[in-house]
C-alpha cells in the first residue's frame, strides 16, 4: 500500500502563496490518481484538487484559478501551489489515492497525516 507524507505547510497572510508537497512512499504502478483534501476546524473534509498519472487535473471550484496541482513522477511526488490566499483556506491539507468508482473522500484512501496551513487576515 502506498503512503503519503505531506508538507510545506505554514502560517501566512492573506494573498500569499505556499505551495504544498505530497511524497508518495511510490508511483511506480501505471495508472494512479492522487488528489489533494483540506478539512477546517468543525468541517468535513473536502476535495480540492486531483491529477492523474497522465497529467489530467481537477479542480473544486472554491480554489478555481488560485491553487495549481502538479506532479514529479520521477520524484513520486505531487505538488500543490497555492496562490493569493484566503483566510477560508485555512485547513489541515492532505493527499490520498484514488481507490474507488467515483471522487468523494471516501473513494480515497492511505491518507497522509496532513500538513496545517493557517491564513491570516
Known amino acids: 500500500e502506498v503512503q503519503f507524507a505531506e508538507s510545506g505547510g505554514a502560517v501566512v497572510q492573506t494573498g500569499g502563496s505556499l505551495r504544498l508537497s505530497c511524497a508518495a512512499s511510490?508511483?511506480?504502478?501505471?495508472?494512479?490518481?492522487i488528489g489533494w483534501f483540506r478539512q477546517a476546524p468543525g468541517k468535513e473534509r473536502e476535495g480540492v484538487a486531483c491529477?492523474?498519472?497522465?497529467?489530467?487535473?481537477y479542480y473544486a471550484n472554491s480554489i478555481m484559478g488560485r491553487f495549481t496541482i502538479s506532479r514529479d513522477s520521477a520524484k513520486s511526488t505531487v505538488y500543490l501551489q497555492m496562490n493569493s490566499l484566503k483566510p477560508e483556506d485555512t485547513a489541515v491539507y492532505y493527499c490520498?489515492?484514488?481507490?474507488?468508482?467515483?471522487?468523494?473522500?471516501?473513494?480515497?484512501?492511505?491518507w497522509g497525516q496532513g500538513t496545517q496551513v493557517t491564513v491570516s487576515s
Open positions: 490520498a489515492d484514488h481507490i474507488g468508482f467515483g471522487y468523494t473522500v471516501a473513494d480515497f484512501a492511505s
Open positions: 511510490e508511483l511506480t504502478f501505471k495508472d494512479w490518481v
Open positions: 491529477i492523474t498519472s497522465g497529467g489530467m487535473t
